[in-house]
C-alpha cells in the first residue's frame, strides 16, 4: 500500500492515509462491525458518493447484513466494471480533490473482492433458503432440499449475474 495522496482544505494526505488504513483493516477483516470506523463511514457518505441512511449503524445495517446488498456495495469499488456509485449512478466519486483516495480505495479492494463476494453470497443464499423453508412450513409444506444443491454455488455467481460484482468491463477506474 505505497499511495501518494495530496492535501485538501478538508483532509489532508496523512488523513487520506488513515482512512486507506482503516477500509484496508474493514476488507480484511470481512466487513465486521467492530472494523468499520466513523472516519470510514464519514469517507465514504461524504466523498464515495453514498447516502448515510441514519447513521453508522444504519449504513452498515443496510449494505452488510444483507448479501446481496453487499454484494451491490462492492460493486463501487470492482475495478474490473465501471465503478459507479451504487446510490446516485455517476462517476463523479471519481473526480476532484478525493480523487485520489477513492481510486486506492478501488485499488487495494482488488485482492478482497473475491472472497467477500463469495461470502456475501454465501449469506444470501442461506437467508433465502432459511425465508423460502418459513414460507413452505407456513403452508403446511416440507421442502426436501438436498445438501448437493443447497451447496451448489452457480458457476459465475449471483452477484456477477446480475451485474453488481466482476463486470466485463475492463480498466475503467
Not at 51 to 80: K, V
Not at 82 to 102: I, K
Not at 121 to 137: E, G, N, S, V
Request: charge should be negative; proline fraction near 1%; include cysteine.
Amino acid at each position: 500500500m505505497l499511495h501518494e495522496f495530496q492535501d485538501t482544505q478538508c483532509m489532508s494526505a496523512v488523513e487520506k492515509t488513515r482512512v486507506l488504513t482503516a477500509w484496508l483493516r474493514f476488507l480484511k477483516g470481512g466487513l465486521q462491525f467492530n472494523q468499520f470506523t466513523k472516519a470510514l463511514y464519514d469517507r465514504l457518505i461524504q466523498h464515495c458518493s453514498f447516502i448515510a441512511h441514519y447513521g453508522r449503524s444504519g449504513f452498515y445495517s443496510h449494505y452488510f447484513e444483507d448479501g446481496d446488498a453487499t454484494a451491490l456495495f462492492l460493486s463501487q469499488f470492482d475495478a474490473r466494471g465501471p465503478c459507479l456509485s451504487v446510490e446516485y449512478g455517476n462517476r463523479y466519486w471519481l473526480t476532484g480533490e478525493y480523487e485520489d483516495l477513492n481510486r486506492a480505495m478501488i485499488l487495494e479492494a482488488q485482492e478482497f473482492l473475491a472472497s467477500l463476494a463469495t461470502a456475501a453470497y454465501r449469506k444470501q443464499q442461506a437467508a433465502d433458503i432459511a425465508k423460502a423453508t418459513a414460507l413452505f412450513a407456513k403452508h403446511g409444506l416440507r421442502w426436501n432440499l438436498t445438501e448437493e444443491a443447497s451447496d451448489r454455488q452457480p458457476s459465475n455467481g449471483t452477484a456477477r449475474s446480475q451485474g453488481l460484482l466482476f463486470g466485463d468491463n475492463e480498466g475503467n477506474i
